[in-house]
């Protein structure tokens, strides 16, 4: 990854600061992104404290808004040169997912929210930066989906459909960009110790009327490794697709689930 440019969404915390800080180790060139401007630049001193050699940086970017993420990206470059922008070889595409809830208690208007915080604005990402990845012949594109595309959820019902609806985009995606020395793949979590799977945790121990150390209990149990994952876990499989290595590797997606994930 030496000398390679990262763009990672959702740096700051959880699975998507996994990933950053793993790349950053291998040697790429890392932007952090969060809607919070000054959390992103304080991840990124914080990676650099961590990491003596690395080069990180942050950006702001809200994926509320898909209609900002290419001005935002622009000024990006323009401000930091080759790290920014359309120069980015590789872009890890990781976003919130939408508040729990069963699909009967779902409105047109949490679907209308989801499609566009969760893929237009993935969408307007690619677009932003896939011209410059064709143009050097060479570049990563990387998903960070979820257990729910193979085995949707009941109480992330929109979340579920959703992501889904990524998952079609990115196999076509992966199709017309593979001659172009492109690779689009995902990585399919199952529970990773993050807050969003804590506050999953926290919303079915409130629907039980349990605490959630009991429904985490509950969870790792049915999990044939025994435990949750860890973000650095993720970020390790993530480093690999990303890699020169993973080449001829595309439109494909990588479960990191300790076995969860019961469908073959």
Known sequence: MRERTALVLGGTSGIGLGIARRLAADGARVTV???DPDRAARTARDLRSALPDAAVSGIGLDLGRPETIRDALRAHGDRDGPAGGGAFDVVVLNGPGHRPGPVTEAT???????YRTMFLS???VVDSVVDGMRARRWGRLLYVSS???VTPLDELAVS???RAAVQTYLKLLANALAADG???NSVVPGRIDTPRVRTVDAARATARGVAAEQVRGEAERRIPAGRYGTPEEVGELAAFLCSERAGYVTGSAFRCDGGMIAAV
């Open 33 to 35: 992104a969060s809607r």
């Open 122 to 124: 993935l969408k307007q």
């Open 147 to 149: 257990s729910s595309v």
């Open 108 to 114: 047109p208007e949490d679907f209308a929210d989801a």
């Open 160 to 162: 579920s459909v959703v």
């Open 182 to 184: 492109i690779t689009v």
